[in-house]
């Protein structure tokens, strides 16, 4: 399937610092998928991105698609305790299986 | 409520005693897939199938089967699990072919072979 990273594997951040999660192919993608995870849970659907260059919003989180649609990162501002969990992207650059990153865990301290 | 069902959602065995989990989703959906996720290796796809009696192999499909009799149902099924196949277990659906449209998960199973 198609290859994708995702960095970083971890990240630590203090409650109210920013994150950021980013996810890079070496082969134009037809579009990107976020999801969330929450410890415990499952994969839950946040957004999707099909346009170069596009910029989406939901409150605090901010997921871009690269202009040569190889690369997309979704940004949150003022981390909350809530938004701890592990953060996917998935590709499908053409084939019938989407590929999933391995993920960025954030964690939140207090 | 839209939703994927995954049973059991845990399950203990032991090596080579063929077992099943199911999966089924209300929404209709002509996708299914079955993952398995393990520590710093992300999602990754078994098997999926674009219809009924459609499947085909995903990314690590070794040592599993699975069948797609009705459109709902998606059963994942091990005919001798060995210990290599302690993980967990997440069955998908999307509307259509996979990450094109929204995916949707079920709870997940937590397999372990002893």
């Known amino acids: 399937g198609q290859q994708v990273m995702q960095i970083p594997q971890y990240q630590h951040v203090q409650e109210g610092e920013d994150f950021t999660t980013y996810c890079n192919s070496s082969?134009?993608?037809?579009?990107i998928q976020w999801y969330k995870q929450r410890p415990g849970g499952h994969p839950v659907f946040l957004i999707q991105?099909?346009?170069?260059?596009e910029v989406k919003k939901q409150k605090r989180l901010t997921f871009q698609f690269g202009e040569a649609k190889k690369n997309s990162s979704l940004h949150i501002t003022a981390t909350q305790t809530t938004d701890v969990g592990t953060y996917f992207c998935?590709?499908?650059?053409?084939?019938?299986?989407?590929?999933f990153g391995r993920g960025t865990s954030l964690i939140v301290h207090p | 409520e839209a939703q994927v069902t995954q049973n059991p959602r845990y399950l203990i065995t032991v090596t080579g005693k063929k077992l099943t989990v199911t999966c089924s989703q209300n929404?209709?959906?002509?996708?299914m897939s079955w993952y398995r996720q393990d520590p710093g290796l992300g999602l990754r796809q078994i098997y999926y199938?674009?219809?009924?009696?459609?499947?085909d192999k995903g990314d690590v499909p070794e040592g599993y089967k699975v069948s797609r009799k009705e459109k709902r149902n998606f059963p994942l099924i091990l005919e001798s699990p060995s210990p290599n196949q302690t993980s967990l277990y997440f069955c998908?659906?999307?509307?259509?072919?996979?990450?094109?449209?929204?995916?949707?998960f079920g709870q997940g199973t937590r397999l372990t072979v002893v």
């Open positions: 998908a659906s999307s509307l259509s072919a996979g990450g094109r449209t929204e995916a949707f």
């Open positions: 082969t134009t993608l037809s579009n």
């Open positions: 991105l099909v346009k170069s260059g």
């Open positions: 998935a590709v499908s650059g053409g084939s019938y299986i989407p590929t």
């Open positions: 929404m209709n959906h002509e996708y």
């Open positions: 199938s674009m219809n009924v009696e459609v499947t």
